[in-house]
T-cell receptor, first 112, second 114 residues
Framework: GNSVTQMEGPVTLSEEAFLTINCTYT??????LFWYVQYPGEGLQLLLK?????DKGSNKGFEATYRKETTSFHLEKGSVQVSDSAVYFC???????????FGTGTRLTIIP | EAGVVQSPRYKIIEKKQPVAFWCNPI?????LYWYLQNLGQGPELLIR????????DSQLPKDRFSAERLKGVDSTLKIQPAELGDSAVYLC????????????FGPGTRLTVL
C-alpha cells in the first residue's frame, strides 16, 4: 500500500535557523508528492508539490526535491521565521487515485 | 473568493448521541472530500464525491457514519450514534474535477464525545 513516514516532532528552532523536516514514502505507483501546512486555527494549505523525479517544489522560501532513488521529499528552509510556526504534513497521491495519503505531521515552533 | 466553509467549528456531545457536520465547498468545485484527523495523526479520507455521487466511500464506517451531497454542492456528514473513539477533527476539502493535486481544506470541525 501507500504510506508516508515523517520526522517526528515537535521541532523547536531559533529564528533564522536552517530547517529540515524529513519525509520518506512508499507507493505502489508513481506518486505526486506534497507538503501541506496547518497554521494555528486554520485549515490545511498546500505549501508546495512535485510531480516527477528530480522536480523541486518551492514556495515562501521552502523547498523540497523529489528523490526517487531514496523515496524522499525532505522539506527545507534556509532561515526560518516565527511566522513559520505550524504543523507540516507530507503527503502523496498516486496517479489515477484522487486520494491523498498523509504523514502524521511535524509540529514546528520557532522562537525569537 | 471564499474558502471551504465548515460548521460547527466545535461540537461536544455525549456518547450515543447523533451529530452532523456541514460543509460548503468552493464555488465551482465539483469534487468534495471528507477527511478524519485523529489527534497527532494526518488526515485520512472518509469519502469523496464527484458532484452528488459518492465515488469512493471505502473508508467510511457505514454502520454509524453517513454522508450526503444533495444537489452536488453542500455536504453533510453524520454520525449516529457517536462513540468515544469518534473524537477527532473532521475536515472537508474540495477541488475541481480531475485536479486532486490542488485540494482546498476547510478549518475543520473538532468533535469531542464525552
Amino acid at each position: 500500500g501507500n504510506s508516508v513516514t515523517q520526522m517526528e516532532g515537535p521541532v523547536t528552532l531559533s529564528e533564522e535557523a536552517f530547517l529540515t523536516i524529513n519525509c520518506t514514502y512508499t507507493a505502489t505507483g508513481y506518486p505526486s508528492l506534497f507538503w501541506y501546512v496547518q497554521y494555528p486555527g486554520e485549515g490545511l494549505q498546500l505549501l508546495l508539490k512535485a510531480t516527477k523525479a528530480d522536480d523541486k517544489g518551492s514556495n515562501k522560501g521552502f523547498e523540497a526535491t523529489y528523490r526517487k532513488e531514496t523515496t524522499s521529499f525532505h522539506l527545507e528552509k534556509g532561515s526560518v521565521q516565527v511566522s513559520d510556526s505550524a504543523v507540516y504534513f507530507c503527503a502523496l497521491r498516486v496517479g489515477g487515485n484522487e486520494k491523498l495519503t498523509f504523514g502524521t505531521g511535524t509540529r514546528l515552533t520557532i522562537i525569537p | 473568493e471564499a474558502g471551504v466553509v465548515q460548521s460547527p467549528r466545535y461540537k461536544i456531545i455525549e456518547k450515543k448521541q447523533p451529530v452532523a457536520f456541514w460543509c460548503n465547498p468552493i464555488s465551482g468545485h465539483n469534487t468534495l472530500y471528507w477527511y478524519l484527523q485523529n489527534l497527532g495523526q494526518g488526515p485520512e479520507l472518509l469519502i469523496r464525491y464527484e458532484n452528488e455521487e459518492a465515488v469512493d466511500d471505502s473508508q467510511l464506517p457505514k454502520d454509524r457514519f453517513s454522508a450526503e451531497r444533495l444537489k452536488g454542492v453542500d455536504s453533510t456528514l453524520k454520525i449516529q450514534p457517536a462513540e468515544l473513539g469518534d473524537s477527532a477533527v473532521y475536515l472537508c476539502a474540495s477541488s475541481f474535477t480531475g485536479m486532486a493535486d490542488t485540494q482546498y481544506f476547510g478549518p475543520g470541525t473538532r468533535l469531542t464525545v464525552l
